[in-house]
T-cell receptor, first 115, second 116 residues
Framework: AQKITQTQPGMFVQEKEAVTLDCTYD???????LFWYKQPSSGEMIFLIY??????QNATEGRYSLNFQKARKSANLVISASQLGDSAMYFC????????????FGTGTRLTIIP | DTGVSQDPRHKITKRGQNVTFRCDPI?????LYWYRQTLGQGPEFLTY????????KSRLLSDRFSAERPKGSFSTLEIQRTEQGDSAMYLC??????????????FGQGTRLTVV
């Protein structure tokens, strides 16, 4: 079984500041993938970034980076230079790399960027 | 084709009625997933297809729920005898075959179901 924990229900951040969204996970799988999705009010889940458990380097995608600490089982999302359009729900998710196809999601963090 | 398409976007139905949702995945994606998202929660897995074969179903998928993907392209999710507890956002996603890499799932905008 897999479990994702996001302990920040909501966060308020000043525009242009960096923000870290926390995610911890639990799994018995040796190989797994970690994902972050953004869900604006329109409802669509937008893929942001991926980290494989075998990756030694932290993933980066533009303003997004994933702070992966395998021993601590954490996969925090860092957004640099936040923008008003970053206001949304953010979900951390994971799945095994082989076999089980389903993504397991956390409960999400609502991020609000203040002008 | 720029993404996963779901229809309808919103559905209001009376308790006890049947409803059917449609999902059109990205054309080259052979894997298709259904998730349910209730208020304040993350999406929960319901079922997934590889081509036309339904390979896994969650325990959340009671006997009143059925999903099909008859030709390995679009998929339908039917809920019979709807209950108020079925009110949720139903999300469809598709992906390429899972491999050694970042095989992310692409989601549609969802169908929001309200049972009154």
């Amino acid at each position: 079984a897999q479990k994702i924990t996001q302990t920040q229900p909501g966060m308020f951040v000043q525009e242009k500041e960096a923000v870290t969204l926390d995610c911890t996970y639990d799994t018995s799988d040796q190989s797994y993938g970690l994902f972050w999705y953004k869900q604006p009010s329109s409802g669509e889940m937008i893929f942001l970034i991926y980290q494989g458990s075998y990756d030694e380097q932290n993933a980066t995608e533009g303003r997004y980076s994933l702070n992966f600490q395998k021993a601590r089982k954490s996969a925090n999302l860092v957004i640099s230079a936040s923008q008003l359009g970053d206001s949304a729900m953010y979900f951390c998710a994971m799945r095994p790399l082989f076999g089980n196809e389903k993504l397991t999601f956390g409960t999400g963090t609502r991020l609000t960027i203040i002008p | 084709d720029t993404g996963v398409s779901q229809d309808p976007r919103h559905k209001i139905t009376k308790r006890g009625q049947n409803v059917t949702f449609r999902c059109d995945p990205i054309s080259e994606h052979n894997r298709l997933y259904w998730y349910r998202q209730t208020l304040g929660q993350g999406p929960e897995f319901l079922t997934y297809f590889q081509n036309e074969a339904q390979l896994e179903k969650s325990r959340l998928l009671s006997d009143r729920f059925s999903a099909e993907r008859p030709k390995g392209s679009f998929s339908t999710l039917e809920i019979q005898r709807t209950e108020q507890g079925d009110s949720a956002m139903y999300l469809c996603a598709s992906s390429l075959p899972q491999g050694w890499g970042d095989t992310e799932a692409f989601f549609g905008q969802g169908t929001r179901l309200t049972v009154v």
